[in-house]
């Protein structure tokens, strides 16, 4: 993983642990289910990383970044 992948991850991380992931997700009108399928995780997954009670591994965490990025400009 490539030190720019790295610190996106660590970015979307800390998102997630303030809640400012979900919040975009949710005001970009994208379900979790619809991360789930992007990222390849199940939608209970997604929710607990949103709720903090899991923590993303650093390639769930990119791949959870750039699926909310994609799927936020499908929905503009």
Same mark, same amino acid.
């Given at each position: 993983?490539? &030190? #720019?992948? +790295?610190?996106?991850?660590? *970015? =979307?991380?800390?998102?997630? %642990?303030?809640? #400012?992931?979900?919040? =975009?997700?949710?005001? #970009?009108?994208? #379900?979790?289910?619809?991360?789930? %399928?992007?990222?390849?995780?199940?939608?209970?997954?997604?929710?607990?990383?949103?709720?903090?009670? *899991?923590? &993303? =591994?650093?390639?769930?965490? +990119?791949?959870?970044?750039?699926? +909310?990025?994609? +799927?936020?400009? %499908?929905?503009?």
């Amino acid at each position: 993983m490539r &030190p #720019s992948d +790295l610190a996106a991850a660590a *970015k =979307t991380r800390v998102a997630l %642990r303030a809640g #400012s992931a979900r919040l =975009t997700r949710i005001q #970009s009108g994208v #379900s979790a289910a619809e991360i789930a %399928r992007a990222v390849g995780v199940s939608r209970t997954t997604v929710g607990d990383w949103e709720a903090g009670r *899991k923590v &993303p =591994t650093a390639e769930h965490a +990119l791949a959870y970044g750039k699926a +909310l990025a994609a +799927l936020e400009r %499908r929905a503009a």
